[in-house]
């Protein structure tokens, strides 16, 4: 049996690809390179389908960051381990792994396949195990040859999927589902049994349907956002389904901690208060803390008596179980290596687990570099902004003494995440999973949140005038309708102080469109009944501020606490009513100007000096061009 040390020596490594020998096989698909790669990618799912064993893995931290896997499986009553090398892939043309085996009939396994397209637009696929075998290679041969036909009749049962799905031109349903047909009964009988919790027949039956075709490994982590993707559903109606789904019983609910290098869940808890902030990822080396809006996601998985789940594991390093990495590459110590990337337009990184800093960079739709040198020392110093074209050439020297890893991140993975941040700022959340918080002493960072506080203004003279009973009344009709309003765009009521109140979005473009549509109700309001009854006139005070803060347990609710909370407050007390006043910080964010159109509104900027932060603070006041409207 070889070391871990021996399995990643360079020398040795070589010495045997000398001496492997390569059984390979083609076949040509009708679908473009991209639509094959989340099947060819997924080679966990790959295997499992193709009658592979189930396979034990374990990781070995290593000092520089990142770790060596271990698989330990039986395959024909023999048993099997092997050390194997990280995937390298560059999607959607090319992935390969090297195994070096300590235990079974072969030293070394290395599996690749490649895509290209081809001039009809579809694709040749080809697949390769090169292998040094222990035994005289014929006697292997029929054993490797079965499993390139099963891999190429998994491939080709997946794309026929595809197939159907655009003949039917309907959606494409994931590779890796079953036949529904086979489980018609008991979707339709979930279907029926949801009944009372959604009207939207679609969202239903492709929930439904999926729960009981999809694999055990995908049902047990159900992400919403990811499904209404999948299935062109409303996102946030997906999400609301979940969660009242699972009041209802048919869903748990899943806290999971992910690790920000491989994205994999390294803690699963069933309520926020059992949540551990410092987490360690085995596969990648690295201890981690929790942030709130990053890398904390809500999930969900049924309950038993819905789906049972019994989930194996086929591979080790399925380039499908990071699928925010579209490229991967070893380089040994010393080594340069260069690449050809096509990558379509968005926000990237370069990386190594063994090096502080990343690279961050932007594909633009035109124009940019063509070429790009990259070094990976112990310390990167990145280089802003940096700009490539779609095409480009990447060079790469790996000038220490260890083993490294690159890996090409797409930023753009948190899209389908509903994170923790997100989910606890919605009024549904709020009023269905008011029991979930955090553990006292447990303070969470949020990165981005945008606060909202707003406040009746002469509400002390309405009392002392009209009454309690009749202010009390007025104050909950204008609770309920900022209530509903701010449930509307995404938004959470956090908590209210006597007639003021606390609200929190995660999008700031939501949290404006919301406030201006709360005025704009109000005004209405008091243009229906302010003008006999002036006495019930609702005039609004409102601030809006956006920035870092700490989520905490305050009096058994989840709360927020920080200087940005605190300068929203005092923001809002620059309001006079009918208006809506903003940070500068707000102002800037993307998305916020082309929200207040000049013939519109009317935008003053101004200076003061708030309560408790020091200097000057430019604020910008938002108000009405047209008065009539009040």
């Given at each position: 049996?070889i070391?871990?040390?021996t399995?990643r020596s360079e020398?040795?490594l070589q ?9 390979s096989?083609?076949?040509s698909?009708e ?8 099947i060819?990618s997924?080679?966990?799912q790959v295997?499992?389908?193709a009658?592979?064993p189930?396979?034990?893995i ?5 000092p ?11 395959d ?17 043309h090319?992935?390969?792994v090297?195994r ?9 396994i ?22 040094v ?15 390139l036909k ?5 491939y080709?049962?997946a ?5 159907v ?6 959606r494409?349903?994931?590779?890796f ?9 008991e979707i ?14 679609d969202l ?13 490994q ?7 956002f990811?499904l209404a993707q ?6 946030h109606?997906?999400?609301v389904?979940?969660l009242?789904?699972t009041?209802?019983?048919f ?8 690790c ?21 990822c085995?596969?990648?080396g690295?201890?981690f ?13 049924p ?9 194996f ?8 179980n990071?699928a925010h990495l579209l ?14 990337l ?11 687990l ?13 124009g ?7 070094d990976?020392p ?16 990447l ?16 930023l ?8 923790a941040?997100?989910v ?15 553990r006292?002493?447990?303070n969470?960072?949020v ?7 707003t406040?009746?203004?002469?509400s002390t003279?309405?009392y ?28 959470g ?22 406030a201006i549509?709360i005025q704009?109700?109000?005004q209405?309001?008091n243009r ?6 002036p006495?019930?006139?609702v005039?609004?005070?409102?601030g809006?501020?956006h ?7 305050l ?5 927020y606490?920080?200087?940005t909370i ?8 620059e309001s006079?009513?009918?208006d ?10 993307p ?7 000049e013939?519109?509104?009317?935008i003053t ?7 408790g932060?020091?200097g000057?603070t430019?604020?910008?006041?938002i ?8």
């Amino acid at each position: 049996m070889i070391s871990a040390s021996t399995a990643r020596s360079e020398t040795y490594l070589q010495a045997l690809r000398k001496r492997r020998k390569t059984l390979s096989a083609r076949m040509s698909f009708e679908h473009a390179p991209d639509l094959l790669w989340p099947i060819i990618s997924n080679t966990d799912q790959v295997n499992a389908a193709a009658g592979m064993p189930a396979v034990t893995i374990l990781t070995r931290a290593l000092p520089q960051g990142g770790s060596e896997l271990s698989v330990e499986t039986t395959d024909l009553g023999l048993p099997l381990r092997y050390e194997e090398l990280p995937y390298e892939w560059s999607a959607p043309h090319f992935l390969r792994v090297e195994r070096i085996y300590t235990q079974g009939p072969a030293l070394y396994i290395c599996f690749e396949v490649q895509l290209t397209p081809t001039a009809n637009g579809g694709s040749e696929v080809l697949v390769q195990i090169q292998i040094v075998p222990k035994l005289p290679l014929f006697l292997l041969q029929p054993k490797l040859k079965g499993v390139l036909k099963s891999i190429l009749k998994v491939y080709e049962q997946a794309a026929q999927r595809l197939r159907v799905a655009q003949a039917r031109r309907a959606r494409p349903e994931l590779p890796f589902l079953t036949d529904p047909s086979k489980k018609a009964t008991e979707i339709q009988a979930l279907i029926t049994s949801w009944a009372a919790l959604s009207d939207d027949q679609d969202l239903l039956t492709c929930i439904a349907t999926y729960i009981y075709t999809a694999p055990p490994q995908f049902v047990q982590k159900l992400r919403p956002f990811e499904l209404a993707q999948s299935y062109t559903l409303d996102p946030h109606k997906t999400l609301v389904f979940f969660l009242e789904a699972t009041v209802a019983g048919f869903f748990n609910m899943s806290w999971d901690l992910l690790c920000p290098s491989c994205l994999g869940s390294k803690s699963r808890e069933s309520h926020l208060k059992d949540i551990n902030p410092e987490v360690h990822c085995d596969a990648c080396g690295i201890d981690f803390g929790v942030r709130f809006d990053e890398n904390f996601e809500l999930t969900f998985y049924p309950v038993p008596t819905v789906r049972a789940l019994n989930v194996f594991d086929f591979c080790a390093g399925s380039p499908a179980n990071t699928a925010h990495l579209l490229g991967q590459h070893n380089l040994w110590p010393g080594q340069s290596r260069e690449f050809k990337l096509e990558l379509p337009p968005g926000l990237y990184r370069f990386r190594s687990l063994s090096m502080k800093n990343s690279q961050y960079f932007e594909v633009l739709p035109e124009g940019g570099k063509t070429q790009w040198q990259l070094d990976l020392p112990e310390e990167l110093s990145p280089v802003r902004p940096l700009e490539l074209a779609r095409s480009f050439q990447l060079q790469v020297q790996n000038p220490r003494e260890i083993f490294q890893t690159l890996q090409i991140e797409n930023l753009a993975w948190r899209a389908n995440r509903v994170t923790a941040a997100y989910v606890t700022n919605l009024q549904v959340f709020r009023n269905l999973f008011s029991s979930e918080v955090l553990r006292p002493g447990v303070n969470l960072e949020v990165s981005n949140l945008s606060i909202m506080f707003t406040d009746l203004k002469d509400s002390t003279a309405m009392y002392e005038m009209q009454g309690d009973a009749f202010a009390f009344n007025l104050v909950q009709e204008h609770f309920d309708i900022m209530t509903a309003l701010i449930a509307e765009y995404a938004g959470g009521i956090v908590k209210t102080i006597g007639d003021a109140v606390m609200a929190v979005f995660s999008d700031p473009v939501q949290a404006l469109t919301c406030a201006i549509c709360i005025q704009e109700e109000f005004q209405q309001w008091n243009r229906e009944w302010g003008k006999d009854s002036p006495d019930k006139k609702v005039i609004l005070k409102m601030g809006l501020h956006h920035g870092p803060s700490i989520a905490l347990n305050l009096n058994e609710r989840l709360d927020y606490f920080g200087t940005t909370i605190n300068k929203a407050a005092r923001i809002q007390g620059e309001s006079i009513g009918d208006d809506i006043v903003i940070s500068q910080d707000f102002l800037a964010l993307p998305g916020i100007q082309p929200l207040l159109p000049e013939s519109y509104f009317e935008i003053t900027p101004f200076e003061k000096n708030l309560k408790g932060l020091s200097g000057q603070t430019l604020l910008y006041r938002i108000e009405w061009r047209e008065k009539a409207q009040r």
